[in-house]
Each structure stands twice: as C-alpha cells, then as structure tokens.
C-alpha cells in the first residue's frame, strides 16, 4: 500500500508509507531532458526533499504503482472554497452531444485537459462547466484579444458580470478573466476572492509550458481544467510539466468527427506552387526567411493571385503571416490591384475597428499576425498560409479560424510549397501535421494544385 496525500491549499501530493524503491519509481517516471539549446539537461518533477509531486500526475503515478502491484491510496485534505453564482444559462447556446459528454467528464474527474477542435465550442464548454458547478471560477488567458472575448461571453452566456485581471486592470468578480504574464508578475497570492475553480485557456502552448507550471502549482483549486484544440507535444518535458499543473488528457475529440457531423465546415486544401527567379544565397535562416518568404517576389505574386481569385467568389479571407513586415508588402500589393485590405496585427492601434469592418464584409482580405489562437472571427471563410514555418500548433490554430460552419459551403485553405530545400521540409512538417489532424478529409480534400500565372 502506498498512501498520496494532498494537504489542504496544495497543488503537491506527498507520498506516505512507502518502499524506497517507490521513491525511486516515481523519481524515474517523472523525469524529463529539459532543452538549454545546444544541450539537455535530466529533470525530474519529483521532489525528493519533500517527497512530493504536482497534483495533475496523480493518475501517472497511479497507474505505475498499480502496475508494480502496489495498491494506492489517496487522501485528499483540500476544500472547496468558493462563492456560489447562481448563474442564469442562456438558452440559445444548447450544448452538442460531445460538449455534453465533456463536461460530465471533467466534472466527473475534477482536473484534466478537454481537448476540443477549434471551432468546436470550447468557452462553452467551459461556461457549462462553471455553470453546473455553481461556484466561482478564475479563467486564464494569454492575450488581451482573449481577456476580452472571454468576458463578453461570460456575461452572455452566464449572465454575471465578469471581473478582468489584465491589461492594467485589477477587477475582481466571482467569475474573473485574467492574463497568465498578471498574475505572475503581480502574484497569484495577491487574488482576494475564493475562486473554486480554474480553467487554462489555449493550454498546449509549449513556449508558455514553464508559466502555465508556476502558476498552476501557485494555485490552490481543486476544479483545474484546461482547454485545448491541439494538445499533442514534441517536447515530453514540456507536456509532463502542463499535465502536472493542470492533469492529463480526460476527454478528446477530433476534427474529422466534427466535420463528418457537420459541427465544422468541410475543408478543401490547395498548394500553391511557384518558381523563384534566383536561388537563396543566404546562409543564415533569419536572412533565407527574408529573402525567400517575406521579400521573394514571385511568392508573394501567387499568394496575392489566390487571395483575390478567393474574394472575387465571395469568401471572407485571412492572410495569415510571421512577420509584420510580409504583412505591410502584401496589403501594399492587394491594394495596387484595388482589393480592399488591411493589415492586422498585436501593434494596430485600431485592431478592434478592423475586426468589424472585417466582420461586416467592408474588408475583402485580412492579412495578419495575429489570428493564430483563441480569436474568434467565424466570418472567415478562407485561409491562405502564407508564413511558411513547421509549427503543428500554430498551423491547426490558424486553419481552426476557418472550419466554423458555413452553410454547407467548404471551407479553403491555402497552404505554399516553396521551392527553397530548407523551406520545403517545413513545408511538408505542415503537411504531416494537416493528415494527422484532419484525417482522410486533408487527403480527400486536396484539389488540383495552384500553379503561379506565368
């Protein structure tokens, strides 16, 4: 028998009456190479000063120890401390089978990751869960554009006035919104209410992996949730220390069910493939990427050809780009053949007008930086990827802004194969994340390629 307790107002279970070697057992298992660069170094998330361990790998560990025989007992000494909400849920939001099941589910297990598809209905999801529990909630976020988004629904869908922590502002309700980077900053400790539950949004982000880890083990709250629409990692270091914050993956559906039911737009994949006049002679990526992406004027030509051949039948397009720069070139290009386009990006100070006349169909093509997580624009209808990169994560986010459903009308996306050989790898790391992620709809949804007008 092996005993985990968890004291009151932890996010640590200490392991109790136990063989040395399961020190050691638990040691192993939770041991990861964290990346410094050019080198790695082993870590463990296992304390042995204090014997203990974060509270979202308890089913890990759970399941090693079964396996080795050993029985396991569980004390948990937390409360749930709260405010009851006596929300009102808005009727117009009627929750799918899926969002149905995942709620009971994370209700059911009390911590965990719900991994839901862009588009799928997540903030819902989340609202359903605040809702069913009745108790006071703290939602985490990573963006302004999200702080707000998430307080609009709140009060729309709950019917209780959200507090906000972020963007200079320090507002607490029973429900409050706040920005990872402010409470870390300022301390978690500093919260005045009792908040029974958590909830991470958008918690694959590996590049915040270390922020999402301090904060969740700062945090006391027995309900912890995240939501996900790409929870798969490279780095295991990454994704053991985000399920130890938060829990594992407790309920996950795929793109391709949704598509098969209708919940999502049907996608329609085109390559766009072009011949550029000269070969790179950069030796360095950030020069290559300049030279062949941003400024290689026979790319940017196909993609600024596509994106009006697009408007001209009625879709509402987003551009999606790395770099501000590429984002200035191609609206300048747009507007020279008299599209109407506008450039979006973290820096606009009038970011919130363009998402309106964008919304209202004023602006024919939207080229941007910023679209890649949690903003919520269901008028796209078309998607041209024209950043190049191999981001997995970042590739299935920013297509997820386009799969809303679209009156039976598919949805478009655009992706370009460069000629460069560095820049096709990342081109075809793209195209193995879209096959994983999409299933048999990326293969049968490929058309005739998109060749640059001669």
């Known amino acids: 028998m092996v005993t985990l307790r968890i004291p009151d107002k932890s996010a640590k279970v200490i392991i109790e009456k136990a063989e040395p070697k399961v020190y050691f057992m638990i040691y192993e298992a939770l041991s990861y190479k964290r990346d410094f660069g050019k080198w790695e170094k082993p870590e463990s998330l296992y304390d042995p000063y204090e014997k203990s361990f974060p509270v979202g790998?308890?089913?890990?560990?759970?399941?090693?120890?079964?396996?080795?025989?050993?029985?396991?007992?569980?004390?948990?000494?937390?409360?749930?401390?709260?405010?009851?909400?006596?929300?009102?849920?808005?009727?117009?939001?009627?929750?799918?089978?899926?969002?149905?099941?995942?709620?009971?589910?994370?209700?059911?297990?009390?911590?965990?990751?719900?991994?839901?598809?862009?588009?799928?209905?997540?903030?819902?999801?989340?609202?359903?869960?605040?809702?069913?529990?009745?108790?006071?909630?703290?939602?985490?976020?990573?963006?302004?554009?999200?702080?707000?988004?998430?307080?609009?629904?709140?009060?729309?869908?709950?019917?209780?006035?959200?507090?906000?922590?972020?963007?200079?502002?320090?507002?607490?309700?029973?429900?409050?919104?706040?920005?990872?980077?402010?409470?870390?900053?300022?301390?978690?400790?500093?919260?005045?209410?009792?908040?029974?539950?958590?909830?991470?949004?958008?918690?694959?982000?590996?590049?915040?992996?270390?922020?999402?880890y301090q904060l969740g083990m700062s945090l006391p709250q027995v309900y912890r949730f995240g939501l996900s629409a790409t929870p798969w990692r490279r780095?295991?270091?990454?994704?053991?220390?985000?399920?130890?914050?938060?829990?594992?993956?407790?309920?996950?559906?795929?793109?391709?069910?949704?598509?098969?039911?209708?919940?999502?737009?049907?996608?329609?994949?085109?390559?766009?493939?072009?011949?550029?006049?000269?070969?790179?002679?950069?030796?360095?990526?950030?020069?290559?990427?300049?030279?062949?992406?941003?400024?290689?004027?026979?790319?940017?030509?196909?993609?600024?050809?596509k994106a009006i051949e697009l408007a001209k039948e009625g879709h509402r397009v987003l551009i999606d780009v790395r770099r501000i720069d590429h984002g200035e070139i191609l609206v300048k290009m747009l507007k020279e053949r008299g599209v109407n386009a506008e450039f979006l990006s973290s820096q606009s100070p009038n970011r919130w007008e363009i998402f309106e006349k964008f919304k209202k169909g004023e602006i024919q093509v939207l080229v941007s930086t910023l679209l890649k997580e949690g903003v919520d624009i269901p008028e796209i209808s078309a998607i041209i990827l024209a950043g190049g990169g191999k981001s997995d994560i970042m590739t299935i986010q920013t297509i997820g802004r386009a799969l809303r459903p679209k009156d039976g009308r598919e949805a478009v996306i655009v992706d370009v194969q460069d000629d460069d050989p560095l820049l096709f790898t990342h081109f075809i790391e793209r195209e193995k994340a879209l096959k994983h992620y999409y299933g048999k709809f990326y293969d049968n949804g490929i058309s005739t390629k998109v060749k640059q007008k001669s």
């Open 57 to 212: 790998l308890i089913p890990r560990v759970k399941r090693l120890l079964n396996s080795k025989g050993y029985r396991v007992r569980i004390i948990d000494e937390r409360k749930v401390e709260g405010i009851n909400l006596n929300s009102e849920w808005n009727e117009k939001y009627k929750l799918r089978r899926y969002q149905q099941k995942a709620v009971r589910k994370a209700i059911k297990a009390k911590m965990g990751v719900l991994a839901l598809p862009v588009g799928s209905g997540k903030t819902v999801v989340g609202l359903r869960i605040v809702h069913e529990l009745d108790l006071s909630a703290l939602i985490v976020v990573h963006t302004k554009e999200l702080l707000y988004q998430w307080k609009e629904k709140v009060e729309e869908v709950l019917g209780v006035e959200a507090g906000i922590v972020g963007d200079n502002k320090w507002n607490e309700k029973p429900v409050t919104v706040a920005m990872i980077q402010t409470l870390l900053s300022r301390g978690a400790d500093k919260l005045e209410l009792p908040y029974a539950i958590v909830i991470f949004d958008e918690c694959h982000r590996t590049s915040a992996a270390e922020k999402f």
């Open 235 to 305: 780095i295991r270091g990454e994704e053991i220390k985000i399920e130890g914050a938060i829990g594992p993956i407790i309920y996950e559906v795929k793109a391709d069910e949704l598509i098969r039911e209708g919940f999502l737009a049907k996608p329609k994949f085109e390559i766009i493939q072009y011949k550029s006049k000269m070969p790179a002679l950069a030796e360095r990526y950030k020069e290559l990427y300049e030279e062949m992406i941003m400024e290689n004027e026979e790319r940017n030509k196909a993609i600024v050809e």
